[in-house]
């Protein structure tokens, strides 16, 4: 039997535009849907009088977290953002576009989807940007298990993100934050009271030492912007939050109770973790470099470890036939420490060099990094007591003019490190500071200064110069005339490369120095002090 089977037309073919259209519209309504899903979370926040209602605390796993403050869902668009800033986040000596794996393979799925998104974003936002050391994806790795195994750790970080954060803060994550603090507080006296007289562990010192980043105060000015051109270390370390918006202070409570608990684990030789030894070292480097004082915590192990990464340094810059430093050797002993950190500091500033012509080189910018903190502690080792407790100085202070005379080269030693490879920020004023010293010191010698050797008395009063604030800046003009005058013969403008000539027997480097330079050399032979 024959049927008649009537055929079907098949499927239309739709238009680019129609298919455009219809994925519009698809995605119109799920954020519809997203929205009003969030603003009904968002609505049980508040009962009819403005107070958030009282519940009881939902456990996820070991972190306990209030209903009342349970973020919003994170959404894909998010997500997307989150790994996107994690692959531009790298250290710049070795950029990559790899996501970083956080978790180094743990996959931590008893942790709640937000709670895993946290730490996301404190790895891949947050810290990198709050000390130098921070962003190695070995560091990232260490921070990411620890806060996935221990609940405080995360209630840390999240609690220190107003100093570190690249954006605002909504009030939602305002409200999350003060959570997260609350149970770090809670959580650290408990710790505390538990060990009593036994060592804190390295989880308890990092919350004690997040405790000292948070009592710094949060600036709500620009940052200053110097007419000159900065260092590579300046600029990359404007970029780090805790130093670029913090007002650091050296009367920090907390900051007794970090180096107690340090020196009872023997130093930083007993600190296991080497991501918190390198953040506690570089803190207590960084302090003791405003205010010229030796570093407080004893530092043995961490020691060997930048030294080894000196030592690559040097190695590299074996070959270079610098002039740096050797000026040096006519005024110091051959085995005197100061001479050994000018050397250092010569070595560091050569390798920089290459470095920002973008010369081929093996080392990395942490090895960079910790050569020149090498090179920072072994400095302010040779800090001694006059510098804290005498601020006018005579003669009577010296033993000798050796004496005199090396208290002078550390001064603009000092004055070198903040301009070209140890930069702080411009609120503790560390450079003027410096600067009237070094004028204090060359006022009470005066009378010796003729028997000093005259190459090095040049040097020293050009960084006091260069360093010096507006209102100082005429007298140092006014000595740097007589200086020149008395030398060269018939000195003018145009001969300020030979005096260069001399500057860089000690320590120089044109790319900072030279233009700071020249205005002085401009007020010398024009007259204006300014």
């Known amino acids: 039997m024959i049927r008649f089977c009537e055929e079907l037309p098949g499927p239309k073919r739709r238009s680019r535009r129609e298919a455009e259209l219809e994925k519009s519209a698809r995605l119109s309504h799920a954020a519809l849907v997203a929205y009003e899903k969030k603003r009904r979370k968002q609505s049980v926040y508040r009962t009819l009088d403005g107070q958030a209602p009282q519940r009881k605390p939902k456990v996820w796993a070991s972190i306990q977290v209030q209903d009342d403050e349970e973020p919003p869902e994170i959404e894909e668009s998010e997500l997307t953002s989150l790994a996107s800033d994690s692959r531009h986040s790298s250290s710049p000596a ?111 010192i990092l919350c004690i030492f997040i405790f000292v980043i948070m009592h710094g105060r949060i600036r709500t000015t620009p940052p200053y912007v110097s007419p000159y051109q900065e260092t590579p270390l300046a600029v990359r370390q404007q970029r780090t939050q805790i130093r670029a918006s913090i007002d650091w202070t050296q009367d920090n409570p907390h900051l007794d109770a970090l180096n107690i608990a340090i020196a009872r684990r023997g130093g930083l030789r007993g600190i296991h973790d080497a991501m918190l030894a390198g953040w506690v070292s570089y803190t207590d480097l960084w302090l003791s470099s405003i205010d010229w004082s ?164 040049l040097w020293v009063t050009v960084m006091g110069s260069i360093a010096a604030s507006e209102t100082d800046r005429y007298w140092w003009i006014r000595r740097l005339r007589g200086l020149l005058i008395g030398r060269f013969d018939n000195v003018v403008a145009s001969d300020f490369y030979e005096v260069r000539s001399e500057l860089i027997q000690f320590l120089w480097w044109d790319f900072v120095c030279l233009p700071r330079v020249l205005d002085v050399w401009e007020g010398v032979f024009s007259g204006d002090p300014q």
């Open 294 to 457: 030796r570093p407080l915590i004893w530092r043995a192990g961490y020691i060997d470890d930048t030294q080894a990464e000196f030592d690559k340094l040097e190695l590299q810059t074996a070959c270079c036939s610098s002039p740096l430093a050797s000026g040096f050797q006519r005024s110091l002993a051959p085995d005197d420490s100061l001479l050994k950190g000018l050397r250092m500091a010569a070595t560091v500033t050569t390798f920089l060099d290459k470095w920002t012509r973008k010369e081929q080189y093996d080392s990395s910018w942490d090895t960079l990094l910790k050569g020149r903190d090498l090179v920072q502690h072994v400095l302010l080792e040779e800090v001694r007591n006059p510098w804290l407790y005498l601020p006018d100085y005579t003669i009577d202070i010296f033993d000798s003019e050796s004496i005199a005379h090396r208290y002078l080269i550390h001064i603009a030693a000092l004055i070198y490190q903040d301009l070209v490879l140890f930069p702080t920020l411009p609120e503790p004023q560390t450079r003027p500071r410096l600067s009237a010293r070094l004028r204090s010191a060359l006022m009470a010698i005066d009378p010796a200064v003729e028997f000093f050797d005259r190459d090095i008395t």
């Open 94 to 204: 070795n950029p990559s576009t790899v996501q970083w794996d956080h978790f180094d393979g743990l996959a931590p799925q008893h942790l709640p989807r937000y709670v895993r998104e946290l730490i996301v974003e404190s790895l891949s936002r947050s810290w990198p940007k709050a000390l130098p050391h921070s962003s190695t994806m070995d560091m990232r790795r260490s921070v990411a298990q620890l806060m996935v195994g221990n609940p405080i750790v995360l209630h840390g970080f999240m609690t220190v993100m107003p100093y570190t954060s690249t954006r605002p803060l909504d009030e939602v994550m305002d409200r999350r934050i003060m959570m997260h603090r609350g149970q770090m507080i809670r959580m650290l006296r408990e710790e505390i009271g538990a060990s009593g007289e036994e060592l804190l562990s390295d989880i308890t």
